[in-house]
């Protein structure tokens, strides 16, 4: 016990170098954050301008290539200082004409890329006379036409950028499967790293744009700045040595060991994913599933997630949690995910998955490749604690988008939501809490607050899926007011993964053969 007080009382000593390295880093990674989010936005911002611009031009020009055309391209790049280059042109690359009366050269940096919910694809190009890599922005015509507006991806010259950033520190620019488009500063010692912890970085997306802004600098560089603060943290130390003694003392005493060990459960693999159906009241069909977890003890017992979900949310445990749960469904559904290429697999985050883009980073890394397609994917975030409107928030929302994955507010109408809320998160999928779905009793004719929920999903344009179907009645409710996707134990509770791929395999089977008698009714009709 003396031993132990006596290395107890040196702690704070012992600890100054790893505090300060923890301070430096969240300090520098949120500079570093403010800096890639900066340069998102400069890129974001000069794409909807172009967008924005050749929709002007378009809805103002009765056609194109004639002088009102070429006049109102002229007006759009007058106000624009990024609009460089407006082209009208074919698919095999034939130009018609452009704002200067001249060919435009450019040549291809990437390939021809979707914007999110736009018609609009976006490529990267090198244009004659620009140092910068441009945007190529390009919206269809008619049949055969394509118009296209040109804006560099920085404003900013090149060496500005470098002039701008710390000793060794490095900006890159990429697409989201990971082509760079442009890199400055140090960028081969960052690509050279041993480890993470070698470097401070941060990455966001380009809004929906499929870019990614990573920014870095060697922490060796920035832990050199904080000299005078590491030697005032260290006399500091110093002075609190005797109390810390008396203070271990008494802890020693008086604490036991913590018998909630949730961060070795994790580790043991005792969190396992249940996997609940989704259904479609139409036609019966397995829709997907949404992925809830069990604490599986050694002794067989089952812990509910209402005893550990909110302890693993307050001590930052969800996060390993999520990154285990993700792996096993992957080892769980994969074979079953490549059978039903439609079947749509829901994962819950929780809001420390959205203070960093770094789970962006671990689904690709953990579903990229698999037989589980990020198409098949859906994250669920809970509407009972507000993600907030912040950049990094939607950055997060944005790069599961890029994915291909789609997002679903869970527990909606229990929390603090207002319709403009839900417009800005840019969720896919509205999921309506099982307390609106309790409402629905034998004989009741409407649920108006249910009915509102509803109408409001179809007002923002998502899915719907009901939660806590537990009766005919109230599956029959739902609809007849055209909410087609239920889960609850109506269908099944959550099942074990054994038992989910039996049932979806089940009524796989049964899907194709009801298709096939109605096909026959109809052609004997």
Known sequence: ?????????????????????????????RVLQQTADGIAGQIRAAADGAVESLQHIIADSPSLCTPTFISN??????????L????????????????????????????????????DRLQVVRMEGMEMPALRLARPYGDSRIVSGFVPLLALPREALVQGMPPMAMARVSLTNGAAILTVGAAEAFDRRSSSADFVSAQTFAGTLPLRVEVATPFAMARARYADLDFSLTVVACLMSAVLLVLALYYVRRTGVPAFDLERAIARGEIKPFYQPVINLRTGELLGCEVLCRWEKRNGKMVPPGAFIEYAEATGLAIPMTLSLMEQVKADLGQLAREMPNLKISINLFDGHFQDGAIVEDVQAIFGGSPIAFTQLVFEITERRPLGNSMQTHAVISGLHALGARLALDDTGTGHSNLAYLATLGVDIIKIDRVFVDMIKPGVAQVPVLDGLIAMSRDLGTEIVAEGVETEDQALYLRARGVYQAQGFLFAPALKASAFKELAQALNAVAPARAQRAASSIRAA
């Open 1 to 29: 016990m003396t031993l132990i007080c006596a290395v107890l009382a040196f702690l704070p000593i012992a600890a100054v170098d790893y505090l300060l390295d923890g301070y430096v880093r969240t300090h520098e990674e």
């Open 73 to 82: 391209v002229h007006r759009e790049i007058a106000s624009r200082l990024t």
């Open 84 to 119: 460089k280059q407006v082209l009208v042109e074919n698919a095999d690359g034939v130009q018609y004409c452009d704002a200067f009366g001249r060919t435009v050269s450019y040549s291809p940096l990437s390939e021809s890329l979707p914007i999110s919910g736009q018609p």
